[in-house]
Every structure is written in C-alpha cells, then in structure tokens.
C-alpha cells in the first residue's frame, strides 16, 4: 500500500476501533479485519505493525478464536491486547488459565522502563484491567516487562522478533499513559512516520465516493445533525448536484428543529444542496401507537426512513445510491462491528430492513468516532457551529420518551428538553457537556400544586462528559442550575411534576434511555 498502515485483527472485543482510533491519533492509518483474514491478505497489505484486540473467549478453548502462528513469523511486529496477548503466549509455548483473582478496573501495574514499550512511562502507572484467565508463564523467548500484585505476566516481549503482549488495555481513558505505550509501539517499534492526518481521510474519502458513484445519483438522510452534515459536506464536495438531501420531520425532533434544519440547508441556506423537507409526523405517531419495546420502536422508526427515502427516489428518478451519516458507536452497538455484541439497533444501521430500493449504501464516516467526525467537517470549512452541535439520534425523542410514543408525550419532552438546553446555556456549560437533554420516564406520581392533587409524569434529565461516546460519566451540574431548571419544568411544562437528574455512567448504561 502507498500509505504506513497498522492491521488491528478483531477477536471480538468491545474496543477494536477504539484501538483504530488511537493509532490514527498518532497520525498513522489504520485499519480493522477480523481474525477470520486469511494471512495471505495480511501479507498482500504490507502492514508496518498488527494489533490483535481483546475478547469474551479463552483462548485455550478449542472453539475459540484463534490464527495461524505464521503471523508471529513474518518479521512484522505485533501487539497483543488482553485477550491478543493471551492468544499471542499460548500459541508459542506459554500458559494461559484460568485467574485465581480476577482483576477488573484501574489497577496498580508496575512496568520495566526499559522496554521500547514502556519509554517515558512511570515505573508504577495505572492501567485498565479486565480478564478472567491471566499468562501463568510467558512463552519461551519473552521477558516479562510488567506485572501487578496478582497478575505476574501483565506484560512480554521478544525484542528480537518484535512480539509484545500486553494483558491490560492501552487504548482506553482510563490507562493513564495507554496513549504513551500505543505511540511508542506504532511510532517506535514499527517506525512509522505518522503522515497520515485528517485532511488525507477526507481527500481519500472524496476520491473514493466519485470513484463509486460515478454519474449516479445519491440520497442522503439529512437530520441535521453533526454526523449527517459533514456526511452532507464530504458528498456534496465530491459530487455536487448529483446530491439530494432528504430531510423527514418525523414530528420526534427537538423543539423548532425541523425549522432550524430548513434554515441551514434549505434553498435559502449556506450550502449548495437540493433539498427536499418531508413532514411525516403523523405517520410516525400511527406506525408507533401502542408500540412500548425500545427496540421495536428503533427498527419502526428505522423502516419508515427507508420508505420515505424509495418514495421520494420514485419522484426524483433513479436515484442509485443511500448515504447515511452512519459513525462507529452507530455500528459496534448494533453488533456489527466484528465479533461484537448486540447492544440497540441504530435506525441506519440494524435497524434497516431487509430489502432496500437502492443499489447500495454509503457510509462515508462509517470508520469515524464523533470526535474524528468533527475533525472532518472543519476540514471541510463546514461552520463550527455546526460541527460541535449537541448530538442527537437518528430515532430522535422517541428514544426519549419510554413506553408509547403520543403527541402529547412529544409536546412534553420538548417543551422540557428547550428549557433545560436553555438553562445550561445561561450558566455557560454548554461548552463543557458533551451531550444533555430531558428524557420523559413512564412514572406517573401523585404531586401538589396549588393546593389540588396532581397525577403526572416524571422527567429526567441527562447529561455527560466523553471523548469518544464509548464511554461517558455523568456531568457535574451545580445544584442552582438543576434547582432553576426544575423549577421551570414543573412551573412551564403542563402534565410534569417531578424532575429528576441520572447519575449513571456508561457503562453500565447507555447515554439515551433506550
């Protein structure tokens, strides 16, 4: 390949472009394939370094993931990660069973500075753990470079040949110095220059969209949001006017958005688009009466858009190609990022239906976390405004409501959702949260208010810091602030008489309800 490209070979973990992403962060091109890749493909790529990641399995199991020990052969250096470094020391020789003590979370890992791996990384750094089995004896050839108080293998190498495993995980936030060892690894051990930057993603990207759409016609599912914006931007660069964005209002957006949208992109906006406005909220509030399982709402919502989009490609005519603003979180949590599991259907991506009117679809940002989303849409000169606007789902306010989705229901989430955004604003956090919105629960409760009896719903408010979406802690609001803007909704918002605020991180949870 022209360009220094790192292989991650996915063994199923939940963090497999996670990795990705962080060796992008150091400026190098990298690249996901399941383990399932044959070697000669590996080979035919030239990769500078492989990364093998995590996974639910133990290797030492006879259906278990596994690879051909050819792989630690080909003078190539590689990286195991948790379970990649376990799978690593039982192919060559090592032992691999089962933990007597199970380490889970932040732990105390004491590391050999010496190790190319280790450079400029304090001898005692604290490194996220998660495994069952643990490296009982490293395989014939390594030397052991870490070790914590019940794990003696937390780290080996074979200099020679360039073999490392490394039983914790370096590319989550909460290895303190994880984003050091992954550098000194991609940088160091396999000596990359780190040439590949943002503004070559785009320029790829927009070669490679004219190569696949030639002189057909695209669809793009315009929300206005941050992902389907830079989708709109990055299309509309590399073809023009054989870009139609369709916009359904499916009466599930936050208050005054579907005007806000047309204002943006509409034929008095800022970009050259055709745009197309599509009222569908009634036929949303009919395909989702009496629905209450959050999953079928997901793929409801997520089938309507695909109809509405054949409909309005009958009226234009031969339309080709399905664009989506589709992101990574979007992919691994619909199981289909590699081995990974189940978590919701995002409605453009497993929430799709099995037939779709169109020859294919294009993902232009499908390899993309949020943050690298942005990157993107500066790049392309699209408004800063616009890029570091609040996330908001495909599915909308009807993952925001739980239980049935009603008119009335709506009214309440969005009449609730303005005044807090609108709170948060005045106290100058909006630049610190990285998503907040007000969610309307299913709890009805008795209340007072003017002296009489009241029986209405409860909403809860959200909001949480991340980098990545993959995880997320719940924000710090100060107390004034969650006091005014309870006050408000319970004052303004007719049919509310409880507010409460969700403390909870992800994982466990999510950061949208359902």
């Given at each position: 390949?022209e360009?220094?490209t790192?292989?991650?070979?996915d063994?199923?973990?939940?963090y497999?472009q996670?990795?990705?992403?962080?060796v992008?962060?150091?400026?190098v091109?990298?690249?996901?394939?399941?383990?399932r890749?044959?070697?000669?493909?590996?080979?035919?790529?030239n990769?500078k370094?492989?990364?093998?990641?995590g996974g639910?399995?133990?290797c030492?199991?006879?259906?278990?993931?596994?690879?051909?020990?050819e792989?630690?052969e080909l003078?190539?250096p590689?990286?195991?990660?948790?379970?990649?470094a376990?799978?690593?020391?039982?192919?060559?020789?090592g032992?691999v069973t089962?933990a007597?003590?199970r380490e889970y979370?932040?732990t105390?890992?004491f590391?050999?500075?010496?190790?190319?791996?280790?450079g400029?990384v304090s001898?005692?750094?604290?490194?996220?753990?998660?495994h069952f089995d643990?490296?009982?004896?490293a395989?014939?050839?390594?030397?052991i470079?870490?070790?914590?108080a019940?794990?003696?293998v937390?780290?080996a190498e074979n200099?020679?040949k360039h073999?490392?495993a490394?039983?914790?995980h370096?590319?989550?936030?909460?290895?303190?110095e994880g984003?050091k060892?992954l550098?000194?690894?991609v940088?160091?051990?396999?000596?990359?220059a780190g040439?590949w930057r943002?503004?070559?993603?785009v320029?790829n990207s927009?070669?490679?969209?004219?190569?696949k759409?030639?002189?057909g016609?695209v669809?793009?599912?315009l929300?206005?949001?941050v992902?389907?914006s830079?989708a709109?931007?990055?299309l509309s660069r590399a073809i023009?006017?054989?870009?139609?964005c369709?916009f359904?209002?499916?009466g599930?957006l936050?208050k005054n958005?579907g005007d806000?949208?047309?204002?943006?992109?509409?034929?008095?906006?800022?970009?050259d688009l055709?745009?197309i406005?599509?009222?569908?909220?009634?036929r949303y509030?009919?395909?989702?009466?009496?629905?209450?399982?959050p999953?079928?709402?997901?793929?409801i919502?997520?089938?309507?858009?695909i109809r509405?989009?054949?409909?309005?490609?009958?009226?234009?005519?031969?339309v080709d190609?399905l664009?989506?603003g589709?992101i990574?979180?979007?992919?691994v949590?619909s199981?289909?990022?590699?081995e990974?599991?189940v978590?919701k259907?995002?409605?453009n991506?497993?929430?799709?239906?099995?037939?779709?009117?169109?020859k294919e679809?294009?993902e232009?940002?499908r390899?993309l976390?949020k943050?690298?989303?942005?990157?993107?849409?500066?790049e392309?000169?699209?408004?800063?405004e616009l890029?570091?606007r609040q996330?908001?789902?495909g599915p909308g306010?009807?993952?925001r409501?739980?239980?049935?989705?009603t008119?009335e229901?709506v009214?309440?989430?969005?009449?609730?959702?303005y005044?807090?955004?609108?709170?948060?604003?005045?106290a100058?956090?909006?630049?610190?949260?990285?998503q907040?919105?007000a969610a309307?629960?299913?709890?009805?409760?008795?209340g007072?208010?003017?002296?009489?009896?009241?029986y209405?719903?409860?909403?809860?408010l959200r909001a949480?810091?991340?980098?990545?979406?993959?995880?997320?802690?719940?924000?710090?609001?100060?107390?004034?602030v969650?006091?005014?803007?309870m006050?408000?909704?319970?004052?303004?918002?007719?049919?509310?008489?409880?507010?409460?605020y969700?403390l909870?991180?992800k994982?466990?949870?999510?950061?949208?309800?359902?």
């Amino acid at each position: 390949m022209e360009r220094e490209t790192v292989i991650v070979l996915d063994f199923g973990g939940q963090y497999n472009q996670l990795i990705a992403r962080r060796v992008r962060e150091c400026n190098v091109y990298c690249e996901i394939y399941s383990y399932r890749t044959d070697i000669e493909k590996i080979k035919a790529m030239n990769p500078k370094g492989i990364i093998l990641t995590g996974g639910p399995n133990s290797c030492y199991e006879a259906d278990s993931p596994t690879y051909t020990k050819e792989l630690f052969e080909l003078g190539i250096p590689v990286l195991g990660l948790c379970y990649g470094a376990q799978l690593m020391q039982h192919l060559l020789g090592g032992v691999v069973t089962r933990a007597e003590v199970r380490e889970y979370g932040k732990t105390e890992v004491f590391v050999d500075t010496t190790s190319r791996l280790f450079g400029n990384v304090s001898p005692s750094t604290i490194c996220w753990m998660s495994h069952f089995d643990y490296i009982a004896k490293a395989a014939p050839g390594f030397k052991i470079t870490a070790h914590t108080a019940d794990c003696p293998v937390a780290a080996a190498e074979n200099e020679e040949k360039h073999l490392y495993a490394i039983q914790f995980h370096p590319e989550v936030l909460h290895t303190q110095e994880g984003t050091k060892m992954l550098y000194n690894f991609v940088r160091g051990v396999c000596g990359c220059a780190g040439d590949w930057r943002m503004d070559s993603f785009v320029e790829n990207s927009i070669r490679a969209i004219r190569e696949k759409v030639g002189d057909g016609k695209v669809l793009l599912a315009l929300s206005g949001g941050v992902d389907s914006s830079v989708a709109a931007g990055l299309l509309s660069r590399a073809i023009g006017k054989q870009l139609t964005c369709v916009f359904v209002d499916h009466g599930l957006l936050r208050k005054n958005e579907g005007d806000e949208v047309e204002a943006v992109f509409g034929p008095k906006g800022q970009f050259d688009l055709n745009f197309i406005r599509v009222n569908a909220q009634e036929r949303y509030y009919s395909k989702l009466a009496g629905v209450t399982e959050p999953e079928q709402k997901r793929k409801i919502i997520g089938e309507e858009f695909i109809r509405v989009f054949e409909e309005e490609a009958k009226k234009i005519g031969a339309v080709d190609f399905l664009a989506q603003g589709t992101i990574y979180p979007d992919v691994v949590e619909s199981g289909l990022g590699g081995e990974s599991a189940v978590i919701k259907s995002h409605h453009n991506v497993g929430g799709l239906p099995k037939n779709v009117d169109f020859k294919e679809i294009i993902e232009p940002l499908r390899d993309l976390f949020k943050d690298e989303v942005r990157k993107a849409g500066l790049e392309l000169g699209i408004p800063r405004e616009l890029v570091f606007r609040q996330p908001f789902p495909g599915p909308g306010l009807g993952i925001r409501i739980i239980g049935e989705i009603t008119a009335e229901k709506v009214r309440i989430v969005q009449d609730a959702d303005y005044i807090y955004r609108e709170e948060i604003a005045k106290a100058g956090l909006d630049q610190d949260i990285n998503q907040y919105f007000a969610a309307l629960t299913n709890m009805r409760s008795v209340g007072v208010m003017g002296d009489e009896r009241t029986y209405d719903y409860a909403v809860a408010l959200r909001a949480v810091k991340t980098i990545d979406f993959m995880t997320a802690e719940a924000a710090e609001i100060p107390w004034e602030v969650l006091q005014t803007v309870m006050s408000r909704i319970i004052n303004e918002v007719k049919g509310v008489n409880r507010v409460f605020y969700d403390l909870t991180s992800k994982p466990p949870g999510t950061i949208e309800f359902e």
